[in-house]
C-alpha cells in the first residue's frame, strides 16, 4: 500500500505511514473473530451486542496481544450501559477494565481513548479528561472515522457546534455509509433546532440500512419536534420492533405520545417502561416523558435519582 502511495505521489504525513504499516495481529481467525464483533456491535440491540461480545472474547482468546478486541469488549459493554440493557454502574467498570487493556497492548488505538473518555464523562463529569483523550485519538488518527465522530459529539455536547460540525463531517466523508456518521449529523441539525433538515437526514440513514434502528429513531424524534405525531409515531414504533422491544425505545415512544397530548397512552408505554424485566429502565429516560406530561415534580425527582446512579 505504502509503493502504491508513493507511485501515485500522495503525500503521506508519519500517522498515516504508520497505519499503512501496522500489523495489528498475526492470526487471520483472530482477525475475523474481531470483524465479526464489530459487525455485531453496530447493529446496537440487546442480541447483537451478546453475539458481539462473543466474538471478542474468541479473538482475545486466539490472540491474547491483539488490543482491537479488547477495545471491542469495551465499546460493547459501555453501549450495554447506555442503553439500558444493563445498568451502567454494572456495565462501566467492565467497560473501563477492558479499555485499559486495550490501551496497554496498544497507545495508539482511538476506540479505547474514547471508551474511556465517555465513561469517565457520565461517571464523574470530568469534561477536562474527556476532551484531552478524545482529541488525542483524533490528533494521532486521523484517518480514524470513529476518532472524528466521537470527538464531535462531545463538542456538540459543550455547544462548540461550528468544531462539532467539522468532525462529523472529517468522519462523514472518511466513511459515507456509516450509519453511526450520519444519525450524528442528523443530531447536530437538531441541537441547531433545524428539524426539517434533521428528518431528511435521517430519511437518508434509514435509506442507508432500513433493518436498523437508529434511522426510524433520529427520523421519529425530528417528527416529533416537528408535531407530525402520527408519522413520529410510525418511525417509532419500527425502531422499537427492531431493538427487539428494548427499553430504551419503548421510553422514547412514550415521549413523543406524552408530546401528542396523548397522555393515557404515554403513561401506559412508561409503566410498562418502569417495570421492565429485561432491562433497565433509565430514570432520565422517565423524567423526559414525566416532563412533556406537565409532572415537573415527578421529573425533578426522577432526575434526582438518575443523579445517584
Sequence with gaps: AERLATALALRLGAPEREMLTRRPTGSVAAYEAHAKGRYF????TAESMGKAIACFQ??????PAYAAPHAGLADAFTTMGFSGVVPPLEAWPLALAEAEKAL????RLPEPRIA???LRLFEAWDWGFAERELAQAAGENPLSPSAHQWYGLFLAMRGRTPEARREVQEAYLLDPVSLIATTMLGFLYCL???HETEAEQYRRTVELDPHQFLGHWGLGNALT?????GEAESALRRALELTQDSVFMRAVLAWSLASAGR???ARAELGVTAAAQAGYASPYQQATVLAALGEGDAAIAALEQACGG
Design 41 to 44: 456491535w453496530s447493529r446496537l
Design 58 to 63: 474468541e479473538a482475545t482468546e486466539r490472540d
Design 104 to 107: 496497554a497492548l496498544d497507545a
Design 263 to 265: 397522555s393515557a397512552e
Design 225 to 229: 419536534h416537528l408535531g407530525r405525531f
Design 192 to 194: 441547531a433546532g433545524d
Design 116 to 118: 474511556r473518555a465517555y
